[in-house]
């Protein structure tokens, strides 16, 4: 969780300032991210209810007898259903595929006592057990060395043993490039503290740069590239959700369980009832949620309600559901369905809501109906190369700006859009970076103080740079007239307006 965490400023009345007074230790640095947040009730609305307009979808899709001891664990951003069953020892692995039922892998895995897992691929994924945390790459165990503090009921998100979130006894730690771990400390004890992360298709935030955590005591926290809130408090959360609709810069579409009710949204919220029974099982990928009410299994878009069956599913209740951007997998009698409302597209070589410094990715797409692929990168058509033996289409995307870019791929009537992030080359922040520029370059002569306006605007602190950040970067970075050449220190150079540009393409850490 790269920008979203190590960004935190708070701010306004539900938000304070970040104290920057980080001293590294084992775990990389420590900051604090406490103060009173004020989170409100839920607004007085008038619940809608789910049964009217209710519209009924057969869905396609299989059905898979689980063996004895089986649960289904994790399902990865392109739909593998991976299914644990423990035994003495060991833990044997199922990895089901949504588009190809005949397409299974076994194998036994020398892991026990698994908490959690998050799914990338069907053989890769990242695992938190009792006694440790690990990464499996072509489900051979790799194991990654946790942060202080660690624990077996730990949160996470992203992959962590690269740019990954870990949320542990009320701190956040996040895995920088520097190979270690940072912590943040929301302030927050017992029941108020967070301790859920809430994560996109297993990433730690969308295209919102927005990343989502939950605390026991039914508190909903949002993080933003310079600001965590605590906007919401519901006072029976059961369980939540998040996903984003496509479009870099998309509002995060969060539904949260509270007793009989479901509430969605992210800055504006409305109540949902169901008749049919109280709302469980909640998961949410690819601009939809999915959840089950009595014996329904349910869809919601965003505006629009679906009930979806599928016919070769086992009768009774749903045990578990957990989507993916083309459909979604629920246990029920004895059994793992995938159901599917439409094609599904497969995107292979990037994950959706990755983040990293990559400029380049080798991308293979299919259809699982066989349609001709194409593909766009920010609405630029791609050169593809199809199999005619696999019915795959392979071609290559390059980022070449830092920030979030969007692949649309399409095939018939279908679509989908996977958004990914280059990160900027150097982490820069203001306190190390920038403010040190600042006293040697900006503050001669009062410039930029606050004790003399005139001489231009005050620049003396975090929040004065990120006010006038556009000013900044087209005065200092852009047209390079800033400071003026007579007032500037001998050593000033273009290294200096570099950092500068820096800290601005890289979110603008505190």
Known sequence: MRQALSLLKLSSNTATAVALSCAVFAAGCTGDISGDLGPAPPPDVVPADVTENLELVSGQGFCVELLPGEALRSVSPEGHAWLVAETAGMSNVRVLDAFDAANVVTREVELTAIQRVQAWSQTDAAVITDDGLWRLEDLARVQLAPPQGFSASAGSCGDPGTNGALLCSGKLYERRDDEQWWAWSPGASGDAAPSELLGQQGECQGGDDSGWMTSPDGTLWRMQPSSVYRPVQFERLQAAAVTSASGVGAAALVAVIDAERLWTGSD???????????????????????????????????????????????????????????????????????????????????????????????????????????????????????????????????????????????????????????????????????????????????????????????????????????????????????????????????????????????????
Not at 278 to 292: D, N, R, V
Not at 399 to 425: F, I, M, N, Q, T
Not at 449 to 461: D, I, V
Request: glycine share 10%.
């Open 268 to 510: 504006s919220w409305q109540a949902w009832t169901f008749p049919t029974g109280a709302p469980a099982h909640l998961s949410a990928a690819g601009g939809k949620i999915w959840l089950t009410s009595g014996s329904e299994l349910l869809r919601f878009d965003g505006s629009t309600w679906q009930s979806v069956s599928l016919g070769s599913a086992p009768s009774g209740s749903t045990q578990s559901v957990q989507a993916h951007a083309g459909g979604a997998w629920f246990t029920r009698g004895g059994s793992a369905c995938h159901v599917a409302t439409g094609p599904m597209l497969r995107v292979s070589g990037v994950r959706p809501f990755s983040r990293s410094k990559e400029l380049e990715y080798a991308i293979t797409l299919s259809a699982d109906d066989a349609s001709a692929v194409s593909a766009s990168l920010n609405g630029n058509a791609l050169v593809l190369s199809p199999d005619a033996t696999t019915g795959l289409f392979s071609g290559s995307i390059r980022l070449d700006s830092v920030g979030w870019h969007e692949l649309l791929v399409e095939a018939g009537s279908s679509s989908r859009s996977v958004l990914v992030k280059r990160l900027p080359e150097y982490e820069r922040s203001w306190v190390t970076d920038i403010k040190p520029i600042y006293e040697k370059h900006c503050s001669g002569g009062d410039c930029h103080t606050a004790e003399n306006p005139k001489g231009g605007p005050a620049l003396s602190s975090y929040d004065d740079w990120v006010r006038y950040a556009k000013q900044i970067r087209t005065r200092v970075v852009d047209a390079g007239n800033m400071p003026p050449a007579a007032n500037r220190a001998a050593d000033y150079d273009d290294g200096d307006v570099q950092v500068i540009a820096q800290w601005l393409a890289g979110g603008m850490a505190p």
